[in-house]
């Protein structure tokens, strides 16, 4: 099964579209995570009608800001298990940002957790308390991935304001005392910067794939090919 996640940090440019179509066609993935598209759900329905995907689930943005969405194929099996503070399928808040998915492959179910960034430290917190709590119930092989806006290790962060080792935040606590490590990754360290120039430039490793020691069981191989969007967008 291949995953793709990427902040397209908003799907109505030729140039984003274009660059998905690339993703898509380079990768093949089974499964498209797309977080802040900043676009209505009419949008985001034609765009993935065009991709030729099978079905997909779309929280649609509100005004200008957020919007996140999922695509999957017809050898996927999909089923939203649950979504924080769900009003209506076609018209949700969007308050923790958090998707929960359960899917088949081959005989074994497996948990795929979509998450984009909270950016309100007390937003944070509330966010990673509610995929804590949602933790309790995974009990398969299970995936978190997304735009986490988390630096695990002081290395993640090139330039100024080195991030300190010093101590852990209470999210990197919540992924510890959950069960869940890091993927690994191949290819570019960073997948964000402040595309500055010089002294002043700053690149970080903020969107990750995050695993449970059952997922690692599973798939010892799986890693994530990253491609910074920073070069791209």
Same mark, same amino acid.
Request: with cysteine; net charge neutral; hydrophobic share 40%.
């Given at each position: 099964?291949?995953?793709?996640?990427?902040?397209?940090?908003?799907?109505?440019?030729?140039?984003?579209?274009?660059?998905?179509?690339?993703?898509?066609?380079?990768?093949?993935?089974?499964?498209?995570?797309?977080?802040?598209?900043?676009?209505?759900?009419?949008?985001?329905?034609?765009?993935?009608?065009?991709?030729?995907?099978?079905?997909?689930?779309?929280?649609?943005?509100?005004?200008?800001?957020?919007?996140?969405?999922?695509?999957? *194929? #017809?050898? @996927? %099996? =999909? $089923? &939203? !298990?649950?979504? *924080? #503070?769900? @009003? %209506? =399928? $076609? &018209? !949700?808040?969007?308050?923790?940002?958090?998707?929960?998915?359960?899917?088949?492959?081959?005989?074994?179910?497996?948990?795929?957790?979509?998450?984009?960034?909270?950016?309100?430290?007390?937003?944070?917190?509330?966010?990673?308390?509610?995929?804590?709590?949602?933790?309790?119930?995974?009990?398969?092989?299970?995936?978190?991935?997304?735009?986490?806006?988390?630096?695990?290790?002081?290395?993640?962060?090139?330039?100024?304001?080195?991030?300190?080792?010093?101590?852990?935040?209470?999210?990197?606590?919540?992924?510890?005392?959950?069960?869940?490590?890091?993927?690994?990754?191949?290819?570019?360290?960073?997948?964000?910067?402040?595309?500055?120039?010089?002294?002043?430039?700053?690149?970080?490793?903020?969107?990750?794939?995050?695993?449970?020691?059952?997922?690692?069981?599973?798939?010892?191989?799986?890693?994530?090919?990253?491609?910074?969007?920073?070069?791209?967008?």
């Amino acid at each position: 099964m291949k995953l793709l996640s990427c902040n397209v940090q908003g799907i109505g440019t030729p140039l984003t579209k274009d660059h998905l179509q690339y993703l898509c066609q380079l990768y093949n993935p089974d499964i498209v995570f797309l977080a802040e598209t900043k676009a209505p759900l009419s949008r985001m329905d034609l765009f993935f009608k065009k991709s030729k995907f099978h079905d997909w689930f779309i929280i649609p943005s509100v005004g200008i800001a957020k919007g996140l969405a999922i695509a999957w *194929h #017809n050898i @996927i %099996d =999909m $089923k &939203l !298990v649950c979504l *924080h #503070n769900n @009003i %209506d =399928m $076609k &018209l !949700v808040s969007t308050k923790y940002n958090v998707c929960h998915f359960e899917t088949s492959l081959g005989d074994e179910k497996i948990f795929i957790t979509c998450v984009y960034r909270a950016i309100d430290t007390d937003e944070k917190i509330r966010q990673w308390n509610y995929i804590s709590e949602m933790a309790q119930q995974v009990n398969k092989p299970w995936a978190l991935i997304g735009d986490l806006n988390i630096i695990l290790d002081p290395d993640e962060k090139q330039g100024e304001n080195k991030a300190s080792s010093s101590s852990k935040t209470i999210i990197i606590q919540t992924i510890d005392f959950i069960g869940l490590q890091d993927a690994g990754y191949e290819g570019a360290p960073f997948t964000w910067s402040n595309n500055r120039k010089g002294e002043v430039n700053i690149c970080e490793r903020i969107d990750r794939a995050l695993t449970s020691f059952l997922w690692s069981q599973k798939f010892p191989d799986a890693k994530e090919p990253v491609i910074s969007s920073y070069q791209f967008f």
